[in-house]
């Protein structure tokens, strides 16, 4: 079982905002970072650190962290919104890595 | 551009090996890790491992330790991921991905495009 939490799926109509939630210990001293998912596609990184955006990633999508939640928002979902988006970050039992388990994001 | 291309997808037998690769390009190879990330059908993101081409300096997940290796040709700049002895649960996607990291947060990006990996008998 992974040692980042993430609800299996979330909805948003479209236009709306939705927040993708990831919680965890060792999010209380690291910043997640997180990728989305297209089907048949290979992930993308969409925010890292405290909240940048690679090159290339709409200005919708913005990060935040408070305690050992880290939180995904996406500001005016879009149709192309919709995927699977996951969240990783240090692993509190000390390995380097983990990856959340995945939100699978509808956009109705 | 920063690239990552994977080898083209197999299928082999239990009991096999395998080796696949990763080729990174556009940037300096020795001085980011690599890491290798599993996907099994219909499932998450599952990491693996990570290799820092620069030393060979590498390091596992405990749920992939002794099944898999990972190392590098600095050379070539690729990164290999390898099996002694296929399952048919290996049977997944496999992605590298350049990775940076600090005290505070860290990446992968780019992704490879991924190699798939069947086994069956």
């Known amino acids: 079982s992974s040692e980042l939490t993430q609800d299996p799926a979330v909805s948003v109509a479209l236009g709306q905002t939705v927040r993708i939630t990831c919680q965890g210990d060792?999010?209380?001293?690291?910043?997640a970072s997180w990728y989305q998912q297209k089907p048949g596609q290979a992930p993308v990184l969409v925010i890292y650190?405290?909240?940048n955006r690679p090159s290339g990633i709409p200005d919708r999508f913005s990060g935040s962290s408070s305690g050992n939640t880290a939180s995904l928002t996406i500001t005016g979902a879009q149709a192309e919104d919709e995927a699977d988006y996951y969240c990783?970050?240090?692993?509190?039992?000390?390995?380097?890595?983990?990856f959340g388990g995945g939100t699978k994001l509808t956009v109705l | 551009e920063v690239q990552l291309v994977q080898s083209g997808a197999e299928v082999k037998k239990p009991g096999e090996s395998l080796k696949i690769s990763c080729k990174g390009s556009?940037?300096?190879?020795?001085?980011?890790?690599i890491g290798w990330v599993r996907q099994m059908p219909g499932k998450g993101l599952e990491w693996m491992g990570i290799?820092?081409?620069?030393?060979?300096?590498?390091r596992y997940s405990p749920s992939f330790q002794g099944q898999v290796t990972i190392s590098a040709d600095k050379s070539i700049s690729t990164a290999y991921l390898q099996w002694s002895s296929l399952k048919a649960s290996d049977t997944a996607m496999y992605y590298c991905?350049?990775?940076?990291?600090?005290?505070?947060?860290?990446?992968?990006?780019?992704w490879g495009q991924g190699t798939l990996v069947t086994v069956s008998s």
């Open positions: 991905a350049r990775s940076y990291s600090s005290s505070w947060y860290n990446w992968f990006d780019p």
């Open positions: 556009g940037y300096s190879f020795t001085s980011y890790w």
């Open positions: 290799i820092y081409p620069g030393d060979s300096d590498t």
């Open positions: 060792s999010l209380r001293s690291y910043y």
């Open positions: 650190g405290k909240n």
């Open positions: 990783n970050s240090r692993d509190s039992s000390g390995n380097p890595w983990v």
